[in-house]
């Protein structure tokens, strides 16, 4: 069993940055890739960004090219997504997942269906 669990979410201006983490506990010995996805007030959850755990690829929406980065550290088995030049569309509930074995197909990363855990979810809010 594999646990999940997002922090460093909260209020923040327009302009400013945040700096999400993700810590995985339990059985993670054996990730594939991880990623950020969020979903925002009566919209469906959507990808942010995705890292392959072994060579450190990383993927993102074009939304967030640019403005989001998104990293880990092996050996805390932790995936941050650092979010700068926020906006307020950036608003949501931001969501880490993890993907246990290799997949393989174009875009795989943004499909939520590939993912084997997920956290429980951490609020981000960018005022204008």
């Known amino acids: 069993q594999v646990q999940l669990v997002e922090s460093g979410g909260g209020l923040v201006q327009a302009g400013g940055s945040l700096r999400l983490s993700c810590a995985a506990s339990?059985?993670?010995?054996?990730?594939?890739?991880m990623a950020w996805f969020r979903q925002a007030p009566g919209k469906e959850r959507d990808f942010v960004a995705a890292?392959?755990?072994?060579?450190?690829?990383?993927y993102y929406a074009d939304s967030v090219k640019g403005r989001f980065t998104i990293s880990r550290d092996n050996a805390k088995n932790t995936v941050y997504l650092q979010m700068n030049s926020l906006k307020p569309e950036d608003t949501a509930v931001y969501y880490c997942?993890?993907?246990?074995?290799?997949?393989?197909?174009?875009?795989?990363?943004?499909?939520?269906?590939?993912?084997?855990?997920w956290g429980q979810g951490t609020q981000v809010t960018v005022s204008s």
């Open positions: 997942a993890r993907r246990t074995d290799l997949v393989l197909g174009r875009s795989w990363y943004v499909q939520e269906h590939v993912y084997d855990n």
């Open positions: 339990g059985r993670t010995f054996s990730s594939f890739a």
């Open positions: 890292i392959i755990w072994s060579n450190g690829n990383t």
